[in-house]
């Protein structure tokens, strides 16, 4: 499995950016794909979860209403939007991948993908 995400970069408070994933090596119906983070100083935490049929979704409390998770199938790739950003959404961000059941804990997620840098600037 390789995960490739992208999208990342520097952006003022209250912007948008999309993250997105692309997924490769197997099928992945089955799995669980999510969004971390890690700021500095911190620890690798949760930001969103989505089955890849896309039934289940489950977002941190910091950015319910402002990010969105979503999935293309026929790109293989998965999407992180995010709008209103602030400042302490600065972190590396990354996508990982669980091919058994469904889990928003990161030690659960058996592939990761590179990360890629987000600043939100005040």
């Known amino acids: 499995v390789q995960l490739q995400a992208s999208g990342g970069g520097l952006v003022q408070a209250g912007g948008s950016l999309r993250l997105s994933c692309a997924a490769s090596?197997?099928?992945?119906?089955?799995?669980?794909m999510g969004w971390f983070r890690r700021a500095p100083g911190k620890e690798r935490d949760v930001v969103a979860v989505i089955r890849w049929s896309g039934s289940s979704t489950n977002y941190a409390d910091s950015v319910k209403g402002r990010f969105t998770i979503s999935i293309d199938n026929a790109k293989n790739t998965v999407y992180l939007q995010m709008n209103s950003l602030k400042p302490e959404d600065s972190a590396v961000y990354y996508c990982a991948a669980k091919s058994n059941g469904y889990s928003l804990l990161p030690r659960l997620f058996d592939y990761w993908g590179q990360g890629t840098l987000v600043t939100v600037s005040s």
């Open positions: 090596g197997r099928t992945f119906s089955s799995y669980t």
